[in-house]
């Protein structure tokens, strides 16, 4: 299993950037899929970007361009860097932990997930 701790969220005024950051426990965090989610209220879960164990990168046309997936396997930890951050962007954000990155990618099968993180965007 794999244990996720989110952090980094926060309020931040439209334009401005974030980091955040994803702990993971277990010995095995280099060979998941890791990857981003938010939602929003009363919207549904969002695919935000996700990376292989190799570090490929993968985002949808919402936020490609202004947010960037890493991984530090040494560390068991990723990051979400989110840039010129819009009012829209404002939801909690999860981190997600897969066996494959097409698990991820169409949010089929079976995940791990964090707890989350508030990120609040004022226009």
């Known amino acids: 299993q794999v244990q996720l701790v989110e952090s980094g969220g926060g309020l931040v005024q439209a334009g401005g950037s974030l980091r955040l950051s994803c702990a993971a426990s277990g010995r095995t965090f280099s060979s998941y899929a890791m990857g981003w989610f938010r939602q929003a209220p009363g919207k549904e879960r969002e695919f935000v970007a996700a990376?292989?164990?190799?570090?490929?990168?993968y985002y949808p046309d919402s936020v490609k361009g202004r947010c960037t997936i890493s991984r530090d396997n040494a560390k068991n930890t990723v990051y979400l860097q989110m840039n010129s951050l819009k009012p829209e962007d404002t939801a909690v954000y999860y981190c997600?932990?897969?066996?494959?990155?097409?698990?991820?990618?169409?949010?089929?099968?079976?995940?791990?997930w964090g707890q989350g993180t508030q990120v609040t965007v004022s226009s």
């Open positions: 997600a932990a897969a066996k494959t990155v097409q698990i991820i990618t169409t949010q089929s099968g079976e995940f791990y």
């Open positions: 990376i292989t164990w190799g570090g490929y990168r």
